[in-house]
């Protein structure tokens, strides 16, 4: 168990709902880290936070937008979904200093029928 | 942008065989190098990491090597077991105080292998 915690498990959705995950950091971490994984594919960095500010971002969809509140979990929200944003979308916390290590949740599976 | 290129994408080796899989980066200000292993359906788990001002680390059977100048960097596998058979991530990031830590994986090495 890493200690971060992603709800729901899985969600089955259509296209052009709106979905919310959501991420619990390990107590202590402050930074928070969003990961798209699709079938069989890598692992795309989508956004980081620190101490809720916003302070990297890769290559996240204009229709994905996250945020994280003062207790330091996190959402990443999803709308207007299409068939090709069914993916497992993974949590991942760090301390926030130079040791750089992450530790993953168990990710979120969504599929968009 | 910064990229993180790794090989070869799948490997499949003997039980008791070495394993070797190599990844080279973008960004050279990069001063951190992990290496993740994820099973199939489970989330990715770090195995060992490296940082810029070292060349070699090593954990029992698995060991990394660092060429910062040629910004390349490998994992070593020896004495293979089944349960190696996995999916392994190498990333690359520049992690500094004040949380600025953007962590870019490579597309990953499905290695296989076989009793």
């Known amino acids: 168990d890493s200690g971060v915690t992603q709800t729901p498990k899985h969600l089955i959705t259509a296209t052009g709902q709106r979905v919310t995950l959501r991420c619990s950091p390990r107590?202590?971490?402050?930074?928070v880290y969003w990961y798209q994984q699709s079938l069989d594919q890598g692992l795309q960095f989508l956004i980081q936070?620190?101490?809720?500010?916003?302070?990297a971002k890769g290559n996240i969809l204009e229709r994905f937008s996250a945020q994280q509140f003062p207790d330091l979990h996190s959402e990443l929200n999803l709308s207007s979904l299409e068939l090709g944003d069914s993916a497992l979308y993974f949590c991942?916390?760090?301390?926030?200093?130079?040791?750089?290590?992450?530790?993953f949740g168990e990710g979120s599976r969504l599929t968009v029928l | 942008g910064e990229n993180v290129e790794q090989h070869p994408s799948t490997l499949s080796v003997q039980e008791g065989d070495s394993a070797v899989i190599k990844c080279t980066y973008s960004?050279?200000?990069?001063?951190?190098f992990p290496w993740y292993k994820q099973e199939l359906g489970k989330r990715p788990q770090l195995i060992i990491d490296?940082?810029?001002?070292?060349g070699e680390k090593k954990d029992q059977r698995i060991a990394v090597t660092l060429n910062k100048t040629a910004k390349h960097f490998s994992l070593h596998i020896t004495e293979t077991q089944p349960e190696d058979s996995a999916v392994y991530f190498c990333?690359?990031?520049?992690?500094?105080?004040?949380?600025?830590?953007?962590?870019?994986f490579g597309a990953g090495t499905r290695l296989a292998v076989h009793p």
């Open positions: 960004d050279s200000a990069s001063n951190y």
């Open positions: 107590s202590g971490d402050l930074s």
């Open positions: 490296i940082r810029s001002n070292v």
């Open positions: 991942a916390s760090s301390v926030g200093d130079r040791r750089g290590e992450l530790f």
């Open positions: 936070y620190y101490n809720g500010e916003e302070r």
């Open positions: 990333a690359a990031s520049i992690a500094f105080s004040g949380g600025y830590n953007k962590l870019i």
